[in-house]
């Protein structure tokens, strides 16, 4: 007989779901093998407490931290969830203390508690996120249903699956070109939460190519613009505008409280800045640059690689004369954004192989889709073995703004591009 045993992964907290229900775990004092387990005082930090009755201290019992979260888990349904989101090892985000030494120090979730230790679930980043509860989706309504039929269909995708894609937030730099293909088809797609990064105002000469804006829209802010867009499409999801320019003063607060990054911005100033503020919080980037006739995309996961691995710093200021824009075809935006949107979508599903590691680039002039590889650089100064770029730096120097238009850096990128694509075997 098994009486009250929990079993629990120790190497990753994860609940055998069957044990979990047993009537036997649920007593008072919970046995294992016969002996008592220690009780313990579990903090609880103030965005967590909305799962706990506002109770600041949770006391629950368990020989280690994976049992005690487990318990905590099971007196307030959801709060493993909380912690652990959809994956199954504690996320950076979070640090867990026992008696305020931090447990990637002990022995991770199997750290041995006594009677009366203290456990501490603490985000990492104030104002970041952990001061959201993720999202938890339950059944899907028989709306939501008939919505994302055509997803739900897909045996990639599924009930399951597209309830990842509403669990999921996304944050968008940019409600531009590419900006908008990517927000229109992640909020079709029923993402959970859209952020939206953008100060700049609807401009009639943006209606050749930014979907999210029509023409009763010139003059409104294009980040409310975007959101009325997005929520006409579907009202479900939650759409947050940070309608600032992003710096190395804001960059981590805006960024920390998303699952993944999209890049639309149309500078290089905003490129390099979310790169390394996304390698700072480990965030997934899907990259995107657009010009003329031509495009690039690639994924930069982290720790594996980033812009700066191709490109280590932006041009000094005076090779950049103007932020004057060389222009863009319309229809270029929706594709190059279009697969940016694909790409965070299969990265939440789980499927296929991302463009991690391969630079796309869409000559459609040509109309020829090429790839390059590309790699982590060891030598690189923000996420190479010695790395000499260790804060966020801002390059509003590069274009009078970090929302300024430089598509001249964007064209020596793509020169640069075009070189690295003749040099390598593809
Ligand atoms: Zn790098």
Same mark, same amino acid.
């Given at each position: 007989m098994d009486h009250g045993h929990l079993h629990i992964d120790r190497?990753?907290?994860?609940?055998? &779901?069957?044990?979990?229900?047993?009537?036997? $775990?649920?007593?008072?004092?919970?046995?294992?093998?016969?002996?008592?387990?220690?009780?313990?005082?579990?903090?609880?930090?103030?965005?967590?407490?909305?799962?706990?009755?506002?109770?600041?201290?949770?006391?629950?019992?368990? !020989?280690?931290?994976?049992?005690?979260?487990?318990?905590?888990d099971k007196q307030f349904p959801g709060f493993r969830a909380l912690v652990f989101g959809s994956g199954t090892e504690v996320p950076r985000h979070i640090n867990i203390y026992v008696n305020k030494t931090e447990i990637g120090s002990l022995d991770g979730v199997a750290t041995k508690l006594a009677e009366g230790d203290?456990? +501490?679930?603490? &985000? +990492?980043?104030?104002?970041?996120?952990?001061?959201? &509860?993720? =999202? =938890?989706?339950?059944?899907?309504? $028989?709306?939501?249903? !008939?919505?994302?039929?055509?997803?739900?269909?897909?045996? %990639?995708?599924?009930?399951?699956?597209? =309830?990842?894609?509403?669990?999921?937030?996304?944050?968008?730099?940019?409600?531009?070109?590419?900006?908008?293909?990517?927000?229109?088809?992640?909020?079709? +797609?029923?993402?959970?939460?859209?952020?939206?990064?953008?100060? *700049?105002?609807?401009?009639?000469?943006? #209606? %050749?190519?930014?979907? @999210?804006?029509?023409?009763? *829209?010139?003059?409104? &802010?294009?980040?409310?613009?975007?959101?009325?867009?997005i929520n006409a499409y579907n009202p479900d999801v939650d759409v947050v505008t940070h309608e600032v320019p992003i710096t190395s003063d804001n960059a981590f607060e805006i960024i920390a409280p998303y699952d993944y990054v999209i890049n639309g911005a149309d500078n290089f100033a905003a490129r390099y800045l979310v790169n390394d503020a996304c390698h700072f919080l480990k965030k997934p980037l899907i990259d995107g640059s657009i010009l003329l006739f031509e495009g690039q995309v690639t994924v930069y996961l982290p720790g594996q690689g980033c812009y700066r691995c191709l490109y280590p710093s932006p041009p000094p200021p005076g090779l950049v004369p103007s932020c004057a824009e060389a222009g863009v075809l319309g229809a270029l935006c929706?594709?190059?954004?279009?697969?940016?949107?694909?790409?965070? @979508?299969?990265?939440?599903?789980?499927?296929? *192989?991302?463009? !991690?590691?391969? #630079?796309? @680039?869409?000559?459609? @002039?040509?109309?020829?889709?090429? %790839?390059?590889?590309?790699? =982590?650089?060891?030598?690189?100064v923000l996420c190479g073995d010695e790395p000499t770029v260790t804060e966020l730096i801002d390059y509003e120097a590069f274009c009078g703004g970090a929302f300024g238009h430089t598509n001249e850096e964007e064209k020596k990128a793509m020169d640069a591009a075009k070189a690295a694509r003749e040099k390598a075997q593809v």
């Open positions: 190497a990753t907290g994860v609940i055998d &779901p069957e044990t979990r229900r047993s009537p036997h $775990a649920s007593g008072p004092r919970a046995h294992t093998g016969g002996s008592v387990m220690p009780a313990v005082s579990v903090y609880i930090p103030t965005p967590f407490r909305k799962f706990t009755g506002n109770r600041q201290h949770v006391t629950a019992e368990g !020989n280690d931290v994976a049992e005690v979260l487990a318990n905590v203290e456990v +501490a679930v603490i &985000p +990492a980043m104030a104002g970041g996120a952990g001061d959201e &509860p993720r =999202r =938890r989706i339950g059944a899907l309504t $028989a709306e939501q249903v !008939n919505r994302y039929s055509r997803h739900i269909i897909m045996p %990639q995708v599924g009930p399951s699956g597209q =309830r990842k894609i509403m669990e999921s937030s996304v944050l968008i730099i940019g409600a531009g070109g590419l900006g908008s293909p990517i927000a229109v088809y992640l909020a079709l +797609a029923g993402i959970g939460k859209i952020g939206v990064v953008d100060f *700049d105002v609807v401009d009639i000469s943006n #209606l %050749q190519r930014q979907i @999210l804006h029509q023409n009763a *829209d010139i003059g409104k &802010p294009k980040a409310i613009s975007a959101k009325e867009t929706g594709t190059v954004g279009t697969i940016q949107a694909t790409e965070v @979508l299969k990265l939440i599903l789980g499927v296929g *192989d991302s463009l !991690n590691g391969r #630079l796309l @680039l869409y000559d459609a @002039l040509a109309m020829e889709f090429r %790839q390059v590889r590309i790699r =982590r650089d060891p030598h690189c």
